[in-house]
């Protein structure tokens, strides 16, 4: 199904101030969260009418791309650093973006949020999958996303879809990717919450956004067109 045939939405009357929507995308490395993300924001801005906001982590404010750069190019880091480092931004990056933006009715997409913390430093840095989940929820004060879109893909496939230098994690290894994907089906199968949309990556890219925009038409009330 390609994006365009879900052009034709019809919204209820305004009864109020916009409600905000907050999307993470997870999944990884070169499963398409990136293009995902991009396509669903500018659905949401030229189709819907919303503010969309797009954004990551890390680096989706001044000071995470000063960390970004930390903790995925410079020096090699211990794990526990790399776990802080990524808490860190993730409290920033949600004071300073994610809940103004929410606030005042936007729709809010983030490439990476907690759930990756505890995939990649929980279970791939051995750090303990609870352990990293409660920094995290400490660091983002509570704040869970709506809609968590999962983009499943082979570490091999996605790995080998990369352009340019890998970076500290791309780099870690076949085993830690696997470990990595592991814990994302396994937390999207065990919550109850019904946040999870687990989706092909390995599908064409228009038939993964139909998707992403059906459910994100669904969580804002809106009717689309099929």
Do not use: C, I
Not at 72 to 80: I, P, S
Not at 189 to 214: E, H, K, M
């Amino acid at each position: 199904m390609a994006p365009d045939t879900l052009a034709h939405v019809t919204t209820p009357a305004p009864t109020g101030p916009p409600t905000g929507l907050f999307v993470s995308f997870e999944g990884g490395d070169g499963a398409g969260k990136s293009t995902q993300l991009r396509l669903l924001g500018a659905w949401v801005r030229d189709v819907l009418g919303r503010e969309a906001v797009l954004t990551r982590e890390p680096g989706g404010t001044d000071l995470g791309r000063l960390l970004r750069t930390a903790v995925l190019h410079g020096d090699d880091v211990d794990a526990r650093t790399e776990a802080l480092l990524y808490a860190t931004d993730r409290a920033h990056h949600v004071h300073t973006v994610v809940r103004p933006a929410l606030a005042r009715g936007a729709v809010v997409l983030t490439d990476r949020y907690l759930d990756s913390s505890v995939a990649y430093q929980g279970n791939g840095r051995d750090l303990g999958e609870d352990e990293v989940e409660r920094l995290s929820l400490w660091a983002a004060d509570g704040l869970v996303p709506d809609v968590t879109v999962l983009l499943d893909l082979d570490p091999r496939a996605g790995l080998a879809r990369l352009d340019g230098a890998p970076d500290r994690l791309e780099r870690a290894g076949e085993e830690f990717h696997r470990r990595t994907r592991e814990t994302f089906l396994r937390r999207a199968a065990a919550d109850t919450s019904g946040r999870w949309l687990v989706l092909d990556a390995a599908r064409p890219v228009d038939d993964v956004q139909a998707l992403v925009r059906a459910r994100v038409a669904a969580e804002l009330g809106v009717a689309v067109a099929r």
